[in-house]
């Protein structure tokens, strides 16, 4: 099993690939210290499973190109909390699995292992929240619309956000202020529980329809 290990920190990954060097059934194929690094990896080598050490700030929103770019790596989160929350947070982001922080190495390897195979092992409660977000995500648009309360206008910068547009460019379509657009940016962020306006880019170009039903709503 080939193993791509992503971590920031260069020392806990060549500790993971001393560890790993004992198992015969894991060879690591390639350290990577950042997530373009990461991309070259999967492009010169044959992988199984990646690792990702989520312990250290990685956006996790840039992690979900990766999984659809690859649908045939799977890839596991290292170190996450586990809570309910968190795990379907990584599962959105296109996680297939992941090792709590107190996880010894033991069960790091056994993870790699089933998550090769295709298999998730949680506790009980983690396993009814993913189920239970699975049922939200099939719930009708207008009731997620509903939840993030965006005025008309914050909708409409929202959706030129999603496309690509800078805050002049905004300004300049919809006939504001840098300034004032810069304030609506900041609440729509707020609203959508995000810090940074790529996020939203990135929201509103995986679910067109949350701007763009938002906005008609305020014109009915």
């Given at each position: 099993m080939n193993v791509v290990i992503l971590t920031p920190i260069r020392m806990f990954g060549d500790g993971l690939a001393a560890c790993f060097?004992?198992?015969?059934?894991?060879?690591?194929a390639a350290i990577a210290s950042d997530l373009a690094?990461?991309?070259?990896s999967l492009e010169t080598n044959s992988v199984d499973v990646v690792l990702i050490d989520v312990t250290q700030g990685i956006d996790l929103f840039d992690v979900r190109p990766i999984a659809i770019q690859y649908p045939d790596v799977p890839l596991l989160a290292l170190g996450?909390?586990?809570?309910?929350q968190e795990v379907i947070s990584c599962g959105c982001k296109g996680f297939a699995g992941y090792i709590p922080r107190d996880?010894?190495?033991d069960v790091v390897c056994k993870s790699l292992r089933e998550v090769a195979l295709g298999r998730l092992t949680c506790p009980p409660e983690i396993s009814s929240g993913l189920l239970r977000a699975l049922f939200r995500k099939e719930q009708s648009p207008e009731e997620s619309i509903a939840d993030l309360a965006l005025t008309r206008r914050e909708s409409e910068v929202l959706e030129l956000?999603?496309?690509g547009l800078s805050n002049k460019e905004i300004g300049n379509e919809l006939c504001l202020s840098v300034a004032t657009v810069k304030h609506h940016v900041h609440h729509v962020l707020e609203?959508?529980?995000?810090?940074?306006?790529?996020q939203a880019?990135?929201?509103?170009q995986d679910a067109p329809w949350i701007a763009r039903r938002s906005s008609m709503m305020h014109r009915r």
């Open positions: 060097s004992s198992r015969s059934e894991i060879s690591v690094i990461l991309r070259d996450l909390n586990e809570q309910r996880a010894s190495i956000l999603g496309r609203k959508l529980k995000l810090q940074r306006r790529a880019m990135r929201k509103v």
